[in-house]
């Protein structure tokens, strides 16, 4: 019960970090974009990266679902293939998207992200293909655990500004817009990492369970 719960609150924080972020876009107006954007190319792949990437999101739930992916098989296959060629979509605009990443730091962040969400997500599609679904089910993880890198990401900036503020003695030498866009900077690499961390445990809880 405790596991369901939980479950439903990341589902409801997810959606709830992720529409506000996604609205200034669903408006197809350029002056809206919470990123500079230098042209409608960059704006096209923009805004298809993030549609792609919500779909992703959502179908990514419904995936892990007990009710739809015991009771309903074949339901479950077809949301799966709407993930799939989702994330395919959203990951390889993703890697045109990084082109236009000024920061070192944030574009090699986003890059390894692209890349290891279409590899992940491709593992999950072929073991699903050959009936590997043991192997299927663990690369899914590891493909959803990267999708909601979005919704970590975003978590964590608060406590990556706390974190910045005391390595700094309590001080903002720099300003605070500068405090802002550092933290900006690595939010991808800490949601990564801490996404990581707790997908391989909970695969490694279930192998040894």
């Avoid at 972020?21 to 974009?33: D, G």
């Avoid at 298809?48 to 419904?62: E, N, S």
């Avoid at 903002?172 to 800490?190: C, Q, S, T």
Wanted: overall charge positive.
């Amino acid at each position: 019960m405790m596991q369901k719960k939980g479950w439903w609150i990341l589902v409801i924080v997810s959606v709830g970090i992720m529409i506000p972020f996604m609205v200034p876009y669903l408006t197809l107006n350029p002056a809206n974009s919470r990123v500079d954007i230098t042209s409608t190319t960059q704006y096209s792949i923009l805004v298809t990266h993030i549609g792609c990437a919500f779909i992703a999101l959502i179908t990514g739930f419904l995936q892990f679902m007990d009710r739809i992916r015991l009771k309903n098989p074949k339901v479950h296959r077809y949301v799966g293939r709407i993930y799939v060629v989702s994330v395919f979509i959203s990951g390889i605009l993703a890697l045109a998207v990084v082109f236009y990443i000024e920061n070192f730091t944030k574009a090699t962040a986003f890059l390894t992200l692209a890349i290891l969400w279409l590899f992940t997500c491709w593992k999950g599609y072929r073991t699903a293909v050959k009936g590997h679904f043991n192997a299927h089910r663990i690369w899914m993880m590891r493909s959803f655990g990267i999708t909601l890198v979005a919704v970590s990401a975003r978590v964590l900036v608060p406590v990556l500004l706390i974190t910045y503020y005391t390595f700094n003695g309590f001080m903002l030498p720099e300003g605070r817009d500068k405090m802002i866009e550092e933290v900006l900077n690595v939010n991808i690499w800490a949601g990564l990492v801490l996404n990581f961390v707790i997908v391989e445990w909970i695969i490694l809880n279930k192998k040894t369970g």
